[in-house]
């Protein structure tokens, strides 16, 4: 018998196949069932007349219940009504595992009863869409920094001090001394680029924000290029060409995705380069024009993202933000320190930041005054400092978040629905 996947199906025209998976939805006419079958790989509708089948048999298939996991044999037909091409003629069926009421039917659920429900909800189509891009992103990524020759490394998940200021740290008991989860692998990317010379971290990152907003999550998935030797202005051509290669792989290879999410195609379209660059000070007179009432020198709020963002059709760039705003390790702009050499993507359609990155500060007293300004633990930072006391470079980079990323490419409103199951202000489980 062959058993195959929905995904697999054209290879197997008027041939008997097996194969397995979960009840969709099942409506009856009389001497037929129509059953929807999904495997994960994609959806089929298996066709079960009572002229094929055993009374028995026939009469089976009228109690299956949604989400009962089965085998299905059949003839594979071709079939131009059907969205895939095929439909499956039902020779026979068994049931591997029932399913008795299944909690999230076709009537209109609330999120809070979905997120509850998350290890069940990430079966449905729209979700399913979301996380096969998300999962589709991560890959194009890789494959964007090794195209590049940047070393795919890894940094810890427990650290001993802070990387993005102290207010979000996550404290975990180490056998007796506190530290911390991650907030960025950005200074042990810097490490690891005076190794390797161009490598990129992905992996999750926490920060215990006390924001319960549609962009923020308390544990997300970053990917952090660094490489010694690069500059501002080559940091964000390398981001804007990672935001151009994701845009254009998504819309060669997930448009059936795309579709299920209704998502306006013709804004991805238009990611092409360019993107606008505008010095923050530009930015903030713009916001200003606009109406926000953005403070001197202060970080953009979600709101003024969203006005930032509406005036243009792509990502755009904002660089050198207020030293005074920036962690320690951003360099300051030689010819105007009150800026720093810092850059932020932010996303169009009202979506925001996305990345954030820039260089690095290189000298080794700026550096160990920064730590003092910001009040840090000088003695975590040693190790950090022998970077700028053995082979000083240079060194530049940024992290991109994905479920940012996702919820702009899906054109989805909130970052909930981008990681399989997410971890917020007011929600830890399932
Ligand atoms: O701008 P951030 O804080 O930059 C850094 O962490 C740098 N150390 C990165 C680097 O240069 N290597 O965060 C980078 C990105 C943001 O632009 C955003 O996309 C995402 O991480 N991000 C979050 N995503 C979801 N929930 C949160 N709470 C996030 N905080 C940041």
Redesign the pocket.
């Known amino acids: 018998m062959n058993n195959t996947t929905i995904r697999q199906i054209a290879g197997f025209e008027n041939q008997e196949v097996t194969l397995r998976g979960w009840l969709t939805h099942k409506r009856s006419s009389g001497k037929i069932h129509f059953l929807q079958l999904r495997d994960g790989s994609g959806t089929i509708q298996c066709v079960a007349a009572a002229s094929d089948l055993s009374p028995e048999l026939f009469s089976m298939i009228g109690f299956l219940t949604q989400e009962s996991s089965l085998a299905i044999q059949g003839v594979v037909r071709a079939d131009q009504r059907s969205a895939i091409g095929y439909e499956l003629a039902v020779r026979n069926i068994s049931v591997i595992g029932s399913s008795v009421d299944y909690p999230i039917t076709n009537k209109e659920h609330g999120p809070g009863f979905l997120m509850d429900h998350r290890h069940l909800w990430i079966r449905s189509t729209r979700q399913h869409a979301i996380l096969t891009i998300r999962g589709r992103i991560s890959t194009y990524i890789r494959n964007f920094f090794e195209s590049r020759g940047f070393l795919n490394t890894d940094a810890p998940i427990f650290t001993p001090s802070s990387?993005?200021g102290t207010t979000t740290l996550f404290p975990v008991d180490y056998f007796g001394e506190q530290v911390y989860l991650t907030?960025?692998?950005?200074l042990y990317?810097e490490a690891m680029a005076k190794a390797f010379g161009k490598i990129y971290t992905f992996g999750p990152?926490f920060?215990a924000?006390k924001?319960k907003t549609r962009?923020?999550?308390?544990e997300?998935w970053?990917v952090?290029?660094?490489a010694a030797f690069m500059t501002l202005d080559e940091d964000m051509e390398l981001s804007e060409d990672l935001l151009v290669e994701i845009t254009t792989r998504v819309l060669a290879e997930c448009r059936k995705e795309l579709q299920i999410l209704e998502r306006d195609i013709s804004a991805l379209e238009k990611v092409q380069k360019p993107f606008p660059r505008l010095h923050y000070a530009d930015a903030w007179k713009k916001l200003r024009e606009l109406g926000s009432s953005i403070a001197e020198d202060d970080d953009f709020g979600a709101e003024d993202e969203t006005i930032l963002t509406q005036q243009f059709d792509r990502p755009i760039i904002v660089h050198h933000f207020p030293s005074a705003m920036k962690?320690f390790y951003m360099k300051k702009d030689p010819d105007n320190p009150r800026y720093s050499l810092s850059m932020?993507?932010l996303a169009p359609e009202g979506y925001g930041?996305?990345?954030?990155?820039?260089a690095r500060e290189e000298s080794l007293e700026t550096l160990v005054a920064a730590i003092e300004h910001h009040k840090l633990p000088m003695q975590d930072f040693s190790w950090y400092l022998d970077l700028r006391r053995y082979g000083a470079t240079p060194s530049a980079?940024?992290?991109?978040?994905l479920?940012?990323?996702v919820a702009w490419i899906c054109g989805i409103h909130h970052?909930r629905e981008t990681i399989p199951f997410p971890r917020m202000l007011e929600r830890n489980r399932p």
Request: negative net charge; glycine residues 22%.
């Open positions: 990387c993005e907030q960025s692998g950005q990317g990152t920060r924000e924001s962009r923020h999550l308390m997300f970053m952090e290029p660094e962690a932020d993507i930041e996305i990345i954030g990155g820039g980079g940024f992290g991109l978040g479920e940012r990323t970052v």
